[in-house]
């Protein structure tokens, strides 16, 4: 690929104390906290991952209640917040983009505007919830049981389980995003980051990304699986 | 440090970027309308191929992965070997149930593979 390649001195990573005493050279500091955060990730992967082998050896056992109960999600909303996401997942990519070019313009702009998707993100997904309780669609809690399908309400309130431990799970996972957006932002506005110091940014970058893949299996998992009319 | 090395930081192209989202958005739009049309067991498969090509998209250039050292790399793959062996292994045990219990009169409940038909 033809990307621009530019030197970072690592005089100037060493004056300015990012370059940390146990570390050889500024690049080996960041391989080592690339694949830290990659071990980190990892472990989220294998999280996530236990919820989405028990959401596969129920929707395997109950096929035709989970495509039956699948009608109740909200396509559009799922698609829509699918969308934002992805647009907050190029935003961040350009910030990082910015950092590296030493660009606390286009840092900031792009911080904020990955947080405004985030929080849109998360106002609809809070829009679902509620359209969910008052649709009597939340199992244990408030539960009506008014289905299409009555004989599949049993099985169809542990789709409705599954839906709500995950995308909460990943709400959650949201939320911590935001507040580390929100100090990325304030350590920009300090003027810290700069193409010899901008690990926090990638970093922060790499676990929103995986927030996203996240939802990129959640989306065609939850809300569309359903037989259609 | 005796020589002066200097290190290589990847910055990616706006163009590049910018591309990758246009693609995710696609996929996300050919995934939905997909949905809508019924082929049986083969609607999850493309799903989650698309899905899969979306990841790897993200991961590839989105997060980079492209130009870490080959250790991050063997990481990645790691990480999905090891969902691999969880998901494995737990299917091979909620499939092979029914084999097991098949003959059992207290097993005709629900919660076990013996349930399903």
Known sequence: MADTLVPAGEDAAVKEKHLRHHFATAEQQMDAATLGMWTFLITEVLFFGGMFASYAVYRNIYLDAFASTSQYMNVVLGGTNTAVLICSSLTMALAVRAAQLSNRKHLTLFLILTMIFGTVFLVIKGFEYHSKWVEGLVPGIHWSGYLEHPEFAHHAQILFSLYFYMTGMHALHMVVGLGLLSYLLIQARRNIFKATYFAPVEMIGLYWHFVDIVWIFLFPLLYLIGHRR | ?117
């Not at chain 2, 990758?20 to 049986?40: I, K, N, P, R």
């Not at chain 2, 090509?53 to 999905?80: D, E, Q, Y």
Request: aromatic share 12%.
């Open chain 2, 1 to 117: 440090m005796t020589t002066h090395t200097t290190h290589i930081v990847h910055i990616p192209k706006v163009s590049t970027l910018v591309l990758v989202w246009l693609a995710l958005m696609c996929a996300t739009g050919l995934t939905t309308a997909v949905s809508y049309v019924e082929l049986g067991w083969f609607n999850i498969v493309i799903a989650l191929l698309i899905a899969v090509t979306k990841a790897s998209l993200v991961v590839w250039i989105f997060m980079g992965v492209r130009h870490t050292t080959n250790l991050t790399k063997l990481f990645v793959v790691a990480g999905l070997v090891w969902l691999g062996i969880l998901i494995l292994i737990t299917f091979s045990d909620y499939s092979t149930r029914s084999w097991v219990y098949q003959a059992q009169p207290w097993s005709h409940g629900p919660g076990n593979g013996a349930a399903t038909k």
